[in-house]
């Protein structure tokens, strides 16, 4: 990661507000440097009053898809007054809330993402890098593009980091980078766990449960061999954790049972196990009640193995130390040890913060946002929404990071950007308090955000699910069972990002009730 410096450094390219955004990125070639194309003739400067808000987008997930996608056109079109640009190290926006069904191998990692270039289409600019540092001060972002496999090949041969890293300027940013995995500071978790928070995750975790399956089946495996080999832990009682530990048991019960005799016949004798293991004494603590007491039930028929009320100390090779409500102390033997609980914040996150004042931006988790989502402390340069974003001073205030949220907090933002022409105060001091001073103002009816909330669904396995209604009378206030899991497959599809993936997804959900699941390790 390049160094949090205020000034780009040396050769490296510079890219003004004033300057023409015909950048493309940079390709590399293993023979020879390009020649350089003959200098641009200078652009015609806009009038003072005409010039046009550049606005950067830090991330390519729900919050910036959304606010992406709900922008008006004239306000971000060529002559409209902002000028968009956004900058993501993942040229793509993926749906999250399916990763563990991707796991599962219901459906294909492709199926569940969208080129970010697509999405953007003629509204602005996309750059493929990695933000490394955001100074407030100076209005700059340092930006780091990634090596590709010729620029590794040649970066012992002359090639720096600096050749890869530029400054982008910037009216105002929207910081959507999301969050990072947590492990609480517990020893063993990074070397031993497998997680959830990305494609590559999953198709590294989908991959190893086939390798695991197939080596199960081979004839030299012993059974101690293969009840390791088939024994999968997920801790986290969440949604994700949750979903994966169902899609973990249709995948074995179902598919493998099916296509590998060794593995069925050592089904029956409980060689195959999945225990999930959460600090809280139920599962979807977020949820109603009643579908929490559902959701354990349903587990216990399936036979996975619930240690709730425990809490993981240390994860080891083999097996994971857990502490138990009464303090007395415990294993969990595993074979495939899967982290689905918490998020940390980001490191970009981290070093913004840093930089704002102290005494506004006290949270842990992420950055202390005001009714209109502007970070407290960037004298109103910054918004911040997603998982990157705390709602409210109190923990009890603020909202879940949910991908629901960051949906909706996008649509906000984009509303509030299309309807209001901000820009730079001419006359604002820079130096003047960073608390009180603001260099983009709101107009004075810019309504605060609020949040809908629309429901919660989570799948269960085996053609069950649950949906927490947002709506509840005296006689219905969840949908559970049959009804509950049709209602989780309808509104993912629905909620997909593009008639593509839509279509891609609902063509993966008939794939596997026709032919099965992918149970290959590609």
């Not at 780009?8 to 890219?15: H, R, W």
């Not at 980091?161 to 009216?171: K, R, S």
């Amino acid at each position: 990661m390049a160094s949090n410096t205020e000034e780009a450094s040396p050769g490296s390219p510079t890219i003004g507000l004033a300057e023409e955004m015909a950048m493309e990125p940079s390709t590399c070639v293993a023979a020879e440097e390009p020649e350089l194309p003959a200098a641009a003739p200078p652009a015609e400067p806009l009038p003072p009053t005409a010039r046009r808000t550049r606005v950067v987008v830090l991330g390519s997930g729900w919050g910036a898809v959304s606010f992406i996608k709900n922008l008006d056109p004239q306000a971000f079109g060529e002559r409209g007054p902002y000028e968009l640009v956004v900058v993501s190290p993942r040229n793509y926006m993926l749906y999250t809330p399916l990763l563990p069904s991707a796991v599962g191998g219901v459906v294909s990692e492709n199926s569940i993402v969208e080129s970010i270039r697509k999405i953007v289409g003629d509204k602005g600019t996309y750059y493929e890098a990695r933000v490394a540092d955001i100074n407030p001060a100076t209005r700059t972002l340092t930006c780091v593009k990634e090596y590709c496999e010729v620029c590794a090949a040649r970066k012992h041969s002359g090639h720096t980091e600096a050749d890869h890293t530029f400054t982008l300027a910037y009216d105002i940013v929207l910081c959507s980078v999301g969050a990072v995995n947590a492990t609480f500071g517990i020893p063993g978790v990074p070397e031993h766990c497998w997680f959830l928070k990305s494609m590559e995750d999953a198709s590294r975790l989908r991959r190893h449960i086939s390798k695991a399956v197939e080596h199960a089946a081979l004839p030299d495996t012993t059974p101690e061999q293969r009840k390791k080999l088939l024994s999968f832990v997920v801790v986290g009682g969440g949604p994700t954790g949750v979903e994966t530990a169902a899609e973990l048991y249709d995948l074995l019960a179902e598919d493998v049972a099916r296509s590998l005799p060794q593995i069925k016949a050592s089904c029956s004798a409980d060689d195959v196990s999945i225990t999930l293991v959460d600090g809280m004494d139920s599962l979807l603590g977020s949820f109603h009640k009643e579908i929490q007491t559902y959701a354990g039930e349903v587990f216990h028929h399936h036979g996975i193995k619930l240690r709730l009320g425990t809490k993981v100390t240390a994860v080891h090779e083999g097996h994971i130390s857990v502490q138990l409500k009464d303090g007395s102390l415990d294993t969990v033997p595993y074979g495939t040890a899967i982290w689905a609980t918490g998020i940390a914040m980001h490191p970009l996150v981290a070093q913004l913060q840093a930089r704002l004042p102290a005494a506004v931006q006290t949270s842990r988790r992420g950055l202390l946002v005001d009714p209109h989502l502007r970070v407290l402390g960037s004298q109103g340069t910054i918004f911040c929404l997603g998982d990157a974003a705390v709602t409210g001073a109190a923990p009890q205030a603020a909202l879940p990071p949910t991908a629901q949220v960051a949906r909706q907090e996008g649509e906000y933002l984009a509303a509030l950007l299309s309807k209001n022409r901000l820009a730079l105060r001419e006359d604002a001091d820079v130096d003047a308090d960073p608390v009180g001073e603001e260099l983009v103002p709101l107009p004075p009816r810019a309504k605060p955000f609020r949040y809908t909330h629309l429901g919660a669904l989570a799948y269960l396995g085996e053609q069950k699910g649950v949906m927490d209604l947002p709506v509840k009378t005296p006689f219905l206030k969840t949908l559970r069972g049959y009804l509950g899991a049709q209602a989780w497959r309808t509104l993912e599809t629905f909620m997909q990002i593009s008639p593509r993936t839509r279509w891609l997804v609902m063509h993966d959900w008939m794939r596997a009730s026709l032919f099965g699941r992918n149970v290959s390790d590609i």
